[in-house]
C-alpha cells in the first residue's frame, strides 16, 4: 500500500449530522488520567453505555431476563483531540452492518456542542443464548429497531 493511500484512509473527525442516536454522558473525575484528559478505555465504557442504554431504552434488553444478550467481540477507537472532567460527551450510534447474529455499531465521542467528534470507533455485538453462550439469530424486534439506526 502507497503512503498516499494510508493517508487517504486514515479516520478523520465525523460529524453530528453522520449518527441516527446521541447518548449524553457525564465525565467523572476519576476519567482524567495523569496526563489531564480522559484515559482512552473510559471510550470504551462509554460506547458500551451508550448502545446498552438505547436497547434498553427500546425495550430491546432486559438486563435480568432476556433470553438472548450481545457480547462485545469486537472494538476500536481513533482519537481526534482531548475530553477532559468536566465535559460532558454526547455518543453518536449507527448500525452499520447487521448480520444473522451480529451488529456492527459505529461510534463517535463528541464533547457537548461540539460539531466535530474528538474520537471514533466501533464495535460488534454477537447475539447468544443467554445460558449457552452459543450464537442465536437476533430477535425479530431488535433488527428492526437497529435497522432504524442505519444511515442510508
Same mark, same amino acid.
Not at 465504557?45 to 433470553?67: C, H, M, P, Q, Y
Not at 469486537?74 to 482531548?82: I, K, W
Not at 474520537?119 to 447468544?128: N, P
Not at 445460558?131 to 430477535?139: D, F, I
Given at each position: ?15 453530528? $449530522?453522520? &449518527? ?9 473525575? *476519576?476519567?482524567?488520567?495523569? &496526563? ?6 473510559? &471510550? ?9 442504554? @438505547? ?11 432476556? $433470553?438472548?444478550?450481545? @457480547? ?11 475530553? $477532559? ?12 452492518? @447487521? ?5 456492527? &455499531? ?11 467528534? *474528538? *474520537? ?8 447468544? %443464548? ?14 428492526? *429497531?437497529? %435497522? ?5
Amino acid at each position: 500500500m502507497s503512503s498516499s493511500q494510508q493517508h487517504a484512509e486514515r479516520p478523520q473527525p465525523q460529524p453530528r $449530522s453522520a &449518527y441516527a442516536e446521541f447518548v449524553r454522558i457525564t465525565t467523572r473525575w *476519576a476519567d482524567n488520567d495523569a &496526563y489531564g484528559h480522559v484515559n482512552n478505555v473510559v &471510550y470504551y465504557s462509554w460506547f458500551d453505555t451508550a448502545v446498552n442504554r @438505547l436497547l434498553i431504552d427500546n425495550g430491546l434488553l432486559d438486563l435480568e431476563k432476556s $433470553s438472548s444478550i450481545g @457480547l462485545v467481540v469486537e472494538t476500536q477507537c481513533h482519537y481526534f483531540a482531548p475530553v $477532559s472532567y468536566p465535559q460532558d460527551v454526547d455518543v453518536g450510534v449507527r448500525v452499520a452492518h @447487521l448480520g444473522k447474529s451480529s451488529v456492527r &455499531y459505529e461510534l463517535a465521542i463528541f464533547v457537548a456542542g461540539a460539531s466535530q467528534s *474528538a *474520537a471514533c470507533g466501533h464495535f460488534v455485538h454477537v447475539y447468544v %443464548d443467554r445460558s449457552s453462550r452459543r450464537p442465536v439469530a437476533l430477535p425479530d424486534a431488535t433488527r428492526v *429497531a437497529l %435497522d432504524s439506526l442505519r444511515l442510508i
